[in-house]
DNA sequence: CCGTCTTTACAAACTCTTTATGGAACCTTT
DNA sequence: AAAGGTTCCATAAAGAGTTTGTAAAGACGG
């Protein structure tokens, strides 16, 4: 938080990477834009900044092409920009490892919140980094030896499955998991097609760390993608 | 575990230290409170507390200079508090011993519950301390040497395999213990897939240790994964 | 021979999987 | 925009498959 954090904007729109820029700027980021993806990434590797926002839809290297690129050299927090009915895309994106999306027309207030949560969430996980025996979020925290989870001070007892896929939700706080992603992390790969097996959890996780499990606080759905775990009150 | 844990809390906010003090005492637990690092570090050796939970920003000398002079005589488990934000001093302080860190504002469970987890680590590591020859832990007092046990007083005769399972199940209170695990430790590496031996044992020792072996008390099965170990009353 | 450990067997308990149904979100067409 | 159709989501509950509890018989060693 010494320097001001780097934001790179990959979008071959140039009105909507002029809005981008000076609203990023105003906040105090600072902010690179490029074109296209090649010369998205070109500047990536030129400039390594803390969070990258880029388009899908785009001329030479695409939004998609440009994610694998950088989850190939690179940690670093990607927001994909997308039009409002590409699921199918916006799915893929987040299996190559996006963190989040924004869906087009979307206000610059919004995209500033994710940004700002995807920044803070980068620089979370550096610091808990060293080999944890207890994890900590929000209203929830985890003994993984003694395998105690306590919601907001209440304990509460977990089937195995139940725990493996909590955790996973935790570690991942805020982030965009797709179906795809939460099964292949708890059931393994073979399992990545059955919708149904995560239906069930969540809803029991539900009934069992939400206060009212009828409007879900933690655990988050995003129809057609997946789901998003939100912690409670921030730090 | 026989004696009320003792508490230090140094803090220089007198409102935080009253409610501190307050809900620990209120959870069983002997508590002192000092307003400064240096204060506090005199009421360490005085006193010897089971514990410490200590602010980062105080007066004197800070909660960091706290925990390296601490860590310099003590393994005592240390628990900071910081204020939101604070996360390079919570590293700096994780990395000088600290133990456990709580951001604030928090609720008094979460603290609590960092409480009981940290004193739970550290009587299991001290009773694994090599010179040790008598153990105690809630109902449960063994000695050693004679290898006799006694539950709520009355003594108990046991196999040398049921005694070194209740052993090690003592020296892992809390903790939920694998089958593999249990099995490697009594019976060998060897035996880590011999599933039936374990469960043999347990219900011989439920029926010497448990006041009704239909509904164990003591040790606790965890479906799935093994069985965690519950000593009875902590205070 | 006796106490202890190993092995076997089966019923009970538990978790996980599967299915079914009603409701919600989304897309298409008008 | 609004209606209809389609796909997806939430939930309950039945079913399958394991694991666990318990008793008891066989094996081992002092």
Redesign the pocket.
């Given at each position: 938080m010494n320097e001001r954090a780097r934001i790179l904007v990959v979008d071959d729109e140039p009105q909507l990477t002029r809005v981008l820029r000076t609203g990023l700027k105003s906040r105090g980021y600072d902010v690179r834009a490029a074109a296209d993806g090649l010369s998205g990434f070109e500047t990536f590797n030129d400039w390594h900044p803390d969070l990258v926002i880029t388009d899908l839809a785009m001329p030479n290297v695409d939004g998609l092409e440009l994610c694998r690129r950088l989850r190939a050299v690179s940690q670093v927090p990607i927001i994909v920009l997308s039009a409002?009915?590409e699921?199918k895309t916006k799915v893929e994106a987040l299996d190559l490892g996006a963190d989040d999306f924004v869906t087009k027309p979307f206000g610059i207030d919004e995209l500033l919140a994710r940004v700002r949560a995807s920044l803070r969430r980068a620089s979370a996980s550096a610091i808990n980094s060293p080999a944890q025996t207890t994890l900590d979020s929000g209203d929830f925290h985890v003994d993984l030896e003694s395998r105690e989870i306590t919601v907001s001070g209440n304990s509460v007892h977990l089937?195995?499955?139940?725990f493996d896929l909590l955790v996973y939700f935790i570690k991942h706080s805020g982030k965009v998991l797709t179906?795809r992603t939460l099964l292949a992390a708890i059931?393994g790969g073979n399992y990545v097609e059955?919708?149904?097996?995560l239906?069930?959890f969540?809803?029991t996780l539900?009934?069992k760390i939400e206060p009212d499990?009828?409007s879900p606080r933690y655990i988050l759905?995003e129809?057609?993608i997946g789901y998003r775990f939100d912690p409670g009150p921030a730090e």
């Open positions: 409002k009915g699921e089937t195995p499955k139940e179906h059931w059955q919708n149904e097996y239906r069930v969540v809803g539900r009934k499990s009828t759905t129809p057609w």
